[in-house]
Structures are given as structure tokens and as C-alpha cells.
């Protein structure tokens, strides 16, 4: 099968890989029908992670197309929708709603890689979950955007406490913010604030959901969110960057007693223990379960209630899988769908 390897920074290549096959009875393998370029594949792509003929992606839906023995939550034929995290579903962490972790988790970015024509999904009753039916092909995009970007902004706006009567600031306006923009709004936020310098990530924002639009960053993004808010800061920020930047604006944004949702990847973000300890507020997140939102999300996106795909922007077939990382690096898109 064809898939996508990056054998160091900035070198990405499509060439011939193995094609999967079932190793343990709870696998399925699936026929891609899409998959994309995270945000977060841009790290080694630019060289701040390690990175040596890495296999790509982890984001993905598609046809099952055989199943181990054990599987029976899924069949062939079905099309489905995968998170970005294998999870058995069924161990003590999963049943408490962190997926995540599970005490069988893996990433599907480190040992299977979906920028591919095929894929072996490990746990795949606990990591896949099945459409009502075949999807129209305009659902696709949305349905993929679920596997992680969808389901991670929804995360950071539930770990934010996002809700009526709040006021909800997004601490960046790449896919996942803007996806924290969306879930903000579904889940009834009063006022939703997107902080963005890009005239069409604000855009989308508006869109999504977004009241007001702030293009002050650091110090003074703060001190206009805290203008904003009769000088309280909102009651729920979403981190959706990692940086040490991105981090204190959130921190200095989130009002006293607040709620911070942190899901942006960090790299290199040391937080002086003494403004977190005199900020006092409320910090949760991590690696999104997104496996634990799938099942509505995908309601949400059958019923034609959301529409997340709209975030992808550029649309690439496979092959074409380098020019999709030179265009999210230089930011020419906000995020890129493979075609297989």
C-alpha cells in the first residue's frame, strides 16, 4: 500500500509500506477513505521533535475491511470513525471517561500511521465506533474531523467548563481552536471570544460560533480579554497552541476561580509555580479521550447539527501529501484533507 513517511524534518515522502494485517484477535484493518495533516505533525516537521522514517497520521475513517476474532462491535462493510488513541473501552480509566489513558492505550501516530491507503486498528471495539450507515460523501470531511480535532476542541471547552452563562476565550486559531470555538457554542456559551490575528481563521470563527474577536496576543491579549470582562477574565479559556506564550496568555486570562482546558501539545512550556499558584484557577487537560465524545459527535455531524469539516481548507489527494505539509508550515492552510 502507499503511505506517507517523514524520514526527517521537512523530508516527507509517499512510497510503498506493508500492507496491515490482523496480529491479535481485537484488530480490524480498514480501507481509508480520508485522512489529514494534524497541527501537531508539524513538530517533527519542523524539527522540534525527533523524527526518522516515521510512519504518518492518525487521524482517519474509512471501511472495515476484515476483523480478528474477538471483534464484535464492529463488522466489515461498516464505515467507521477512529480516535487518534487506541482504547480497550471497557478497563476502569475508560469507564471513568479518559479513553486516553487507558491502560491498553497507543498512539496511532507512533505505531500505525493513517496517512496511508490501510491501517491496522488495535482494540478496535474499544477504539472504532460505526456510522448509522453509509455516509454521504459531504459528511466525510466532518466525520474525519471528529477522529481528533473535533473531538480535542470539544475536550478542552468540557475541561473549561464551557456552559451557559459563561464567557469562553480560545487561546489560538488553528483547527483545534476553532473546533473549541464550535464546541464552545454547542455547548451554550453566552459570549465566545476567539483570539485571532488571521482575517479567514476569524472568519470560520464567526461561523462557528465566536461573539467577539480579539487580535491582541500575550500581555495585552490578557489585558483586552480582562477588559472585556468588567477586569475579571472569562469564566473558561481553551489552550489550543502549547507554547509558553500561548500558555501564560491563557493562564492570565482565565479569571479567578476559572476553568483552563489545555490541549494544545506542549513543547517546552515551564509554568513558574508561583503565578500558577497565585492565579487560582482550575487547569485539566491533556490528550483529548476523544473516543469518549464519538458517539455524539457523530449524531451531531449525521444529523447535520455541526458542520467541522468546513475547517479543512485544502484538499490534497495522498501522493500530494508533502505539498500538504509545506501548506499548513506556511500557513497557506489552516488544515489539510488527503484524499485516498
Known sequence: ?????????????????????????????????ATCICGSDLWPYRGVEAVDHQV???????????????????????????????????????????????????????????????????????????????????????????????????????????????TVAVVGDGAVGLMGVLAAKQLGAERVIAMSRHPERQKLALEYGATDIVTERGDAGVARIKEMTNGLGAHSVIEAVGTQKSTMQAIGATR??????????????????????????????G??????????????????KIDPGKVFDLTLPLEDAAEGYRAMDERRAVKVLLTV
Open 287 to 304: 490528550p483529548a479521550p476523544v473516543r469518549r465524545f464519538l458517539p455524539e459527535l457523530i449524531d451531531l455531524i449525521w444529523e447535520r
Open 1 to 33: 500500500m502507499r503511505g506517507v513517511v517523514m524520514y526527517t524534518a521537512g523530508d516527507v515522502r509517499v512510497e510503498e509500506r506493508d500492507d496491515p494485517r490482523i496480529v491479535a484477535p481485537t484488530d480490524a484493518i480498514i480501507r481509508l477513505t
Open 56 to 166: 504518518m497520521g492518525h487521524e482517519y475513517v474509512g471501511v472495515v475491511e476484515e476483523i480478528g476474532a474477538e471483534v464484535k462491535k464492529v463488522k466489515v462493510g461498516d464505515f467507521v470513525v477512529g480516535s487518534f488513541v487506541t482504547s480497550d473501552n471497557t478497563c476502569e480509566i475508560c469507564r471513568s471517561g479518559y479513553q486516553s489513558k487507558c491502560v491498553h492505550a497507543s498512539f496511532v501516530a507512533r505505531t500505525i500511521g493513517t496517512q496511508s491507503e490501510r491501517a491496522r486498528i488495535p482494540y478496535a471495539d474499544g477504539t472504532l465506533v460505526a456510522t448509522p450507515g453509509q455516509p454521504a460523501p459531504e459528511l466525510i470531511p466532518s466525520l474525519l474531523a471528529a477522529s481528533d480535532v473535533l473531538g480535542t476542541g470539544w475536550f478542552g471547552a468540557v475541561a473549561a467548563e464551557a456552559g451557559p452563562g459563561k
Open 256 to 285: 479567578g476561580g476559572g476553568h483552563l482546558g489545555f490541549v494544545g501539545v506542549n513543547h517546552d512550556v515551564a509554568i513558574p509555580g508561583i503565578e500558577l499558584f497565585f492565579a487560582g484557577i482550575h487547569v485539566h487537560g
